[in-house]
């Protein structure tokens, strides 16, 4: 999917990145040069899933259950000052999307049945 994409210098912020196809996002992602980060509810196993993927200071506590916790979210992506470039949710995922990535980094999305 990123093959030849070089995300150097961008971050992504992958809600679900440590279960399932979160993980394998986070790790391609990671690949190409970004700097991943992965809110997560159960540490522990985010801690232990992406071992030698995303650094342990980039697993954050969250629940992404609690209502508050999205604007916590967005207010993190907001204060981090970065060139956040993705905002995964992974949770609810009941579509097949396809995330094209261009050559200018940028990512657009086809959602599939």
Do not use: H
Request: glycine share 8%; aromatic share 6%.
């Amino acid at each position: 999917m990123l093959a030849g994409i070089d995300l150097s210098g961008k971050t992504a912020l992958v809600t679900g990145g440590y279960s399932g196809i979160g993980t394998e996002t986070s790790r391609a992602l990671v690949e190409a040069g970004c700097e991943v980060y992965a809110p997560a509810r159960r540490t522990d196993v985010a801690l232990n899933e992406l071992e030698g993927i995303v650094p342990a200071e980039n697993i954050v506590e969250m629940d992404l259950a609690t209502p508050n916790q999205y604007k916590i979210l967005w207010m993190i992506s907001q204060a981090m000052l970065i060139s956040l470039i993705f905002s995964l949710i992974m949770q609810a995922l009941w579509l097949a999307p396809k995330c094209e990535i261009r050559g200018d980094g940028n990512c657009s999305l086809r959602l599939t049945k």
